[in-house]
């Protein structure tokens, strides 16, 4: 028996690792899409569709998305309408962007950051990402292995800047502890108690339980 693919896109900087724990239901096959490196001056939507061409639409597929990548299988979604898209930790438009994304929106800020603020050398990288994510997590930066400063400033830059608007279609799972988006911010269809931005990780029999119910 053919099975359904599920397409997976990961957090900003963040490999499957983050996801791996998870179980998915036995009908689908799991299909990760590494992240591409942003081409120089390359648009967004151009981004979108080199990751988009990946995907065989010759058959009806899934999509699912965590963090950025939420934002990204949504816009892939316009591309590649899929039968079902799921976002793990991630917001259905810009109105649910929090004070400090939008911040950075407004004031065009992540665009002025030198690269080498992204270096993984530098400790205020280390410290922003515990600090958002999970600063009870010592070993969080295991979970973020894509470290090109080029790519890490591109993509902030775009969630700064996404203007994305709400599919009700969407399927949204969010933790109540999560203060990269948090859920004041939106009405997810599903809540995970206590978990962080890492939930996936953290609070994957939950979401696993979730899962084999959506699909």
């Known amino acids: 028996m053919n099975k359904m693919k599920l397409y997976i896109i990961s957090g ?7 996801l791996e724990k998870l179980n998915f239901p036995d009908h689908l096959e799991i299909v990760f899409l590494d992240w591409l490196i942003p081409v120089k001056g390359e648009t967004f939507q151009d981004y979108v569709g080199r ?24 816009e892939v979604h316009k591309l590649k309408p899929a039968l079902k898209v799921v976002i ?7 109105r649910e962007k929090s ?28 410290s922003s990402i515990r600090k958002l994510f999970d600063r009870k997590n010592p070993s ?3 979970y973020f ?6 790519y890490l400033k591109w993509s902030i830059e775009q969630v700064a800047a996404w203007k994305g608007e709400e599919d009700p279609r969407v399927i949204q799972i969010m933790g109540d502890k999560d203060i990269v988006f948090p859920i004041g911010n939106s009405k997810p269809d599903y809540v995970i108690k206590g978990g962080t931005h890492l939930f996936p ?10 899962l ?4």
């Open 51 to 74: 990751m988009a061409a990946r995907i065989d639409d010759s058959k009806e597929f899934c999509l699912l998305g965590y963090s950025f990548g939420g934002i990204l299988v949504q």
């Open 12 to 18: 900003l900087g963040a490999d499957f690792k983050v």
């Open 145 to 150: 292995n894509v470290r090109d400063p080029y």
């Open 212 to 215: 084999e119910k959506i699909f």
């Open 201 to 210: 990780a953290t609070k994957y029999r939950e979401v696993s339980l979730l």
């Open 99 to 126: 004070r400090f994304i939008k911040a950075g929106s407004y004031t065009g800020i992540p665009k002025y950051l030198p690269e080498k603020f992204f270096n993984d050398n530098t400790t205020q990288i280390y």
């Open 88 to 94: 793990l930790g991630s917001i259905k438009s810009e």
């Open 140 to 142: 969080i930066l295991e």
